[in-house]
């Protein structure tokens, strides 16, 4: 079965760097990957999709990469500010037939110092 | 739209009661999943519903656990003879479609079996 690696320890960073995270899968190549971020207390809260054959996606100040060679996505956020201190997960298909089910990553916590 | 709803936000509850929980997904939503969070980890997915059809159960969930969408809209997850280990975030999600979109979360009920 599928299985997804997320740094457990927490990011640490100043304000203004790039943060990088790092997603890793074990199995088969998804279609797809997903990056949720999750508030302390709140549900968790969708990001940017990335297909397969899609190389990197931007959005405002994030940016996803999905390599299939190395089983891996990382996930950017430049010119980073306290307010994106938050846990970060990283989600594939359950499956190869994609019923849009999801298995999800634990998540690894960034904290933005001012 | 007003996003996904579930209530109650928290529950405190006695070993061997039984409990249910209440989500109420985006209303053009067809798709409707649970999860179970605890700390430090991510979501697990317990069920989904295509309409009001229960499409897959994980094989990690006791018989104790069992949800409804009676008429496609609203769902229920109840918890038979709470056990201590039943303490968790219960994540209720919608999306649109059945392939490759993102899920939308509530924020959750908070279990805690005492």
């Known amino acids: 079965s599928q299985k997804i690696e997320q740094n457990s320890e927490a990011l640490n960073i100043q304000e203004g760097k790039t943060a990088t995270l790092t997603c890793n899968y074990t199995n088969y190549s998804p279609a797809y990957l997903q990056w949720y971020r999750q508030d302390p207390g709140r549900g968790p809260v969708f990001l940017l999709l990335?297909?397969?054959?899609?190389k990197e996606k931007r959005k405002e100040r994030l940016k996803v990469t999905f390599d299939t060679t190395l089983k891996q996505s990382l996930f950017h956020i430049t010119a980073s500010q306290p307010a994106d201190s938050a846990t970060y997960l990283c989600?594939?298909?359950?499956?190869?037939?994609?019923?849009?089910?999801?298995?999800f990553g634990q998540g690894t916590t960034l904290q933005v110092k001012p | 739209d007003t996003g996904v709803s579930q209530n109650p936000r928290h529950k405190i509850t006695k070993r061997g009661q039984n409990v249910t929980f209440r989500c109420d997904p985006i209303s053009e939503h067809n798709r409707l999943y649970w999860y179970r969070q605890t700390l430090g980890q991510g979501p697990e997915f317990l069920t989904y519903f295509q309409n009001e059809a229960q499409l897959e159960k994980s094989r990690l969930l006791s018989d104790r656990f069992s949800a409804e969408r009676p008429k496609g809209s609203f769902s229920t997850l109840e918890i038979q003879r709470t056990e201590q280990g039943d303490s968790a975030m219960y994540l209720c999600?919608?999306?649109?479609?059945?392939?490759?979109?993102?899920?939308?979360f509530g924020p959750g009920t908070r279990l805690t079996v005492t």
């Open positions: 989600a594939l298909p359950s499956d190869p037939s994609n019923t849009g089910k999801l298995i």
């Open positions: 990335i297909r397969e054959n899609e």
């Open positions: 999600a919608s999306s649109s479609g059945t392939g490759v979109y993102e899920q939308y």
